[in-house]
């Protein structure tokens, strides 16, 4: 099935920095989820990207899906305390009997104040 | 509206052990799946259910198997559990191709 590699694997920034993880595919991506999952949490869904060249933005948080639809970042302007956590990109691969998702292996967010 | 529910929400185990995971939605989902996660490894799929009656291996299919007792549950089972199934378990349900839901997890320990 597809894959996707994240990168970076952690990331720490002062309150108030912005963030910015990146997933790559050496395929065309049908599209590509977004997912948070907080500390001793679980994944929670962000958002889903479909359109080559879409940017969707949820308040401080950029979604971009690349011209190509093999790239994505979601990008976070003036990070806050409550943004720690791990965000995982997620794109659909094909199983003998329907779908399911590829999970990125996480970008994990800690924001100092 | 519970979403999706798991149970234990924590377990140990002794090698060897035979333990089933529990899992459950209430959003009329056809699509179920089981997920383990590892430090830096992601969330990789074990099994999946496409609709009652059917299921499908991921990833990560060895020293598990799954029942898709109906379209509300789909439970996982370890027949004899080893270290190496120490994880933190997540069931998730969805509309095909669509976004996923997650229980709270199971935390397993074995020794």
């Known amino acids: 099935g597809q894959q996707v590699m994240q990168i970076p694997q952690y990331q720490h920034v002062q309150e108030g920095e912005d963030f910015t993880t990146y997933c790559n595919s050496s395929?065309?991506?049908?599209?590509i989820q977004w997912y948070k999952q907080r500390p001793g949490g679980h994944p929670v869904f962000l958002i889903q990207l479909v359109k080559s060249g879409e940017v969707k933005k949820q308040k401080r948080l950029t979604f971009q899906f690349g011209e190509a639809k093999k790239n994505s970042s979601l990008h976070i302007t003036a990070t806050q305390t409550t943004d720690v956590g791990t965000y995982f990109c997620?794109?659909?691969?094909?199983?003998?009997?329907?779908?399911?998702?590829?999970f990125g292996k996480g970008t994990s967010l800690l924001v100092t104040p | 509206n519970a979403g999706v529910t798991q149970t234990p929400k924590f377990q140990v185990l002794k090698t060897g052990q035979s333990m089933t995971l529990q899992c459950a939605q209430d959003?009329?989902?056809?699509?179920m799946y089981w997920y383990r996660q590892d430090p830096g490894m992601g969330l990789r799929l074990i099994y999946y259910?496409?609709?009652?009656?059917?299921?499908d291996k991921g990833e990560v299919p060895n020293g598990y198997n799954v029942s898709r007792l109906n379209k509300r549950e789909f439970s996982l089972r370890l027949e004899s559990a080893a270290p190496s199934q120490t994880s933190v378990y997540f069931c998730a349900s969805s509309v095909p191709q669509e976004t996923q839901y997650f229980g709270p997890g199971t935390r397993l320990l074995v020794l």
């Open positions: 259910s496409a609709s009652e009656g059917t299921t």
């Open positions: 959003m009329n989902h056809n699509s």
């Open positions: 395929t065309t991506l049908s599209n």
């Open positions: 997620a794109v659909n691969s094909a199983l003998n009997s329907g779908y399911a998702l590829n």
